[in-house]
């Protein structure tokens, strides 16, 4: 079974540019999760999806956004980029009809930096 | 407001050594605990999850305990390999949101 893939894995952007980040969850897999790591802050949360509708969500910006496709697949999108959004973006994907309990499945991430 | 720490400072051990981890937490008494590996520059990997009505979880040479009344699980790796270096991270559901505390890198020299 194919683990959650994130793409691009690398990517640079300039202060004031958009992005957009794809994750594909492992297969059966409904519910998606965004994080953001950084050395200072480690390990945020940004949100959740599952079935496509937005189920929980961090305390980000609203340059922060994502959606989740029917295929569960997900991209999340920063708009006017700024320095401080440098940082590793991982995607997590966990199984169905679960409680919050159980483990997620993390992507390897997208290092993005902005010059 | 909830939160969930571990001792930032690195873990450096001899191989064989056992690794013992903190993980504390303060203003409200998660259900479970769950552990996971972090290596550089890669997403984090499940190890082990414990509820709060279990005093003890293992998984190979891996164990982890949850102590309620000192609100604090610890994760211990035993007879550790240099192959265990990593950074090891406990997480716990917070209104719905998995937050990670910051991470204990832990050092394992031959």
């Known amino acids: 079974k194919a683990g959650v893939t994130q793409t691009p894995r690398y990517l640079i952007k300039t202060r004031g540019q958009q992005v957009t980040l794809s994750c594909s969850p492992i297969?059966?897999?409904?519910?998606v999760s965004w994080y953001q790591q950084t050395p200072g802050q480690g390990l945020q949360f940004l949100f959740e999806?599952?079935?496509?509708?937005?189920?929980n969500k961090g305390n980000f910006p609203g340059r922060f956004s994502g959606r989740q496709f029917s295929n569960s697949r997900s991209e999340m999108n920063v708009s006017t980029l700024e320095l401080g959004d440098s940082a590793l973006y991982l995607c997590a994907s966990r199984k169905p009809g679960t409680s919050g309990s159980n483990e997620q499945f993390f992507g390897p991430g997208t290092r993005l930096t902005v010059l | 407001s909830q939160k969930i720490e571990q001792n930032s400072e690195a873990l450096n051990i001899q191989e064989g050594k056992t690794a013992t981890l903190t993980c504390n937490y303060t203003n409200y008494s998660p259900a479970y605990l769950q552990w996971y590996r972090q290596d550089p520059g890669r997403g984090p990997v499940f190890l082990l999850l414990?509820?709060?009505?279990?005093k003890e979880k293992r998984k190979e040479r891996l164990k982890v305990t949850f102590d309620t009344t000192l609100k604090q699980s610890l994760f211990h790796i035993t007879a550790s390999q240099p192959a265990d270096s990593a950074t090891y991270l406990c997480a716990h559901i917070s209104w719905g949101k998995l937050q990670f505390g910051a991470g204990t890198q832990v050092v394992v020299t031959p």
């Open positions: 414990i509820r709060e009505n279990e």
């Open positions: 999806y599952f079935s496509e509708t937005q189920r």
């Open positions: 297969s059966g897999h409904r519910s």
